[in-house]
């Protein structure tokens, strides 16, 4: 008696909890209800399931309890209730099952005249790239990829060099028109997932995943990816800003093509015999710095701009001081930049875990990025931060 009151208990709270509920979908941004009508569906369906299997439960344990002078009938099989089992059950799986796949079926296919984007995920960062005067993006292959072309784009195609490539969490898309989106992985398995728009996609390494979608509002827009990809997941954090055409397109022909980059990246750097800048050092170590953050993934843990992530910022390291795990301290330099670097998980810094894994890096690179790091503003005179 106990657990049938109990059971049906369960439900009537069940179902209280869902109407009252403060969590909601988030308000739709895109052309995708059909997505929002499909989730109804399923939960209506699987709604009723639970409320009448688990009433059904409660009666069955109330009506058939154990009472004084009954016993219990043996009826191995009931061929009647079976056929009404499975002819219900059928049914629920094809209502749940078909709206999906003919949603699906036009999710995967985009009207003609969508606009491009390719979203490339790493671990933990975001890149961008859109199609230039040609109409048609560049081909790629990670054979390309370098400190100079994270996006592994082919140097070679024509259709590459005025391709727009945006190295960065932020995007901007025009408002009401439709956007084909062309997914791709460096490393491991992630899924770009923008809330508001309904829209998400596995992007699995070795191959080419997209969808669609039209956004219908203007605004910033969380991008979140939706695959425990590592330590630094929560991390890999973006926006979309949508905007009005002509302000897209502004933004647009603001954003460098990569010819514009190669053409960047091919400035003479000049790197000491050593390895080691003293100081900032020129301008072309502080730009392949900056490129080689971005190739090699440093930019998912440390920021720019003074937040904190995974690790540390960036912003006012140089000329810091850093407080190690052991009660040891040193002064960020070249020196400390270069070692840990190279060897990330010989001293742990207090306050982050030894989570930075060791890179195979030049003494080159090890400059340049040691000029980026000087380039973004001395810390010293600073509160110590820790960081690794």
């Not at 191995?76 to 629920?92: D, F, K, Q, T, Y």
């Amino acid at each position: 008696m106990a657990i049938a009151i109990v059971l049906v208990i369960m439900v009537a709270a069940s179902v209280l909890f869902h109407f009252l509920s403060p969590w909601w979908l988030t308000p739709l941004a895109s052309n995708w209800k059909q997505m929002d009508d499909t989730l109804i569906i399923t939960l209506v369906i699987t709604g009723l399931f639970f409320v009448g299997i688990n009433v059904l439960l409660g009666y069955i344990v109330w009506r058939f309890r154990h009472r004084e002078g009954h016993r219990a009938a043996y009826e191995p099989e009931n061929r009647r209730l079976e056929h009404w089992l499975i002819g219900l059950s059928a049914v629920g799986i094809m209502a749940l099952l078909a709206p999906g796949l003919i949603v699906y079926a036009d999710y995967v296919r985009p009207p003609r005249e969508a606009m491009e984007m390719e979203v490339v995920g790493q671990q933990w960062q975001w890149a961008f790239r859109f199609p230039g005067r040609g109409g048609a993006l560049g081909t790629s292959d990670p054979r390309f990829t370098s400190a100079t072309n994270p996006m592994g784009l082919n140097p070679d195609d024509p259709n590459s060099q005025d391709d727009v490539v945006v190295l960065g969490p932020e995007v901007h898309l025009p408002l009401n028109r439709p956007v084909k989106v062309l997914l791709r992985s460096k490393d491991v398995l992630h899924d770009f997932y923008v809330p508001p728009f309904r829209a998400r996609m596995n992007m699995v390494p070795g191959m080419v995943t997209s969808f669609w979608f039209t956004p219908t509002k203007v605004g910033k827009f969380d991008i979140l990816c939706a695959q425990l990809c590592g330590v630094g997941h929560y991390n890999m954090r973006g926006q979309v800003v949508v905007e009005e055409p002509a302000a897209f397109e502004a933004w647009l022909a603001k954003q460098q093509t990569f010819a514009m980059t190669q053409a960047k990246a091919a400035q003479p750097a000049a790197l000491p015999g050593t390895g080691v800048v003293a100081g900032a050092g020129a301008s072309g170590n502080v730009e392949q710095g900056r490129a080689l953050a971005q190739s090699k993934g440093c930019v998912a843990c440390h920021s720019v701009d003074g937040t904190q992530g995974v690790g540390p910022s960036w912003k006012g390291l140089y000329g810091s001081t850093q407080t190690f795990a052991d009660g040891s301290s040193a002064t960020v330099d070249d020196a400390f930049l270069k070692k840990e670097i190279e060897d990330p998980q010989a001293r742990v810094v207090k306050g982050f875990g030894p989570v930075m894994p060791k890179l195979p890096v030049t003494d080159a690179e090890v400059a340049a990025l040691s000029a980026y790091i000087h380039s973004l503003g001395s810390g010293a005179g600073a509160a110590p931060q820790a960081g690794k």
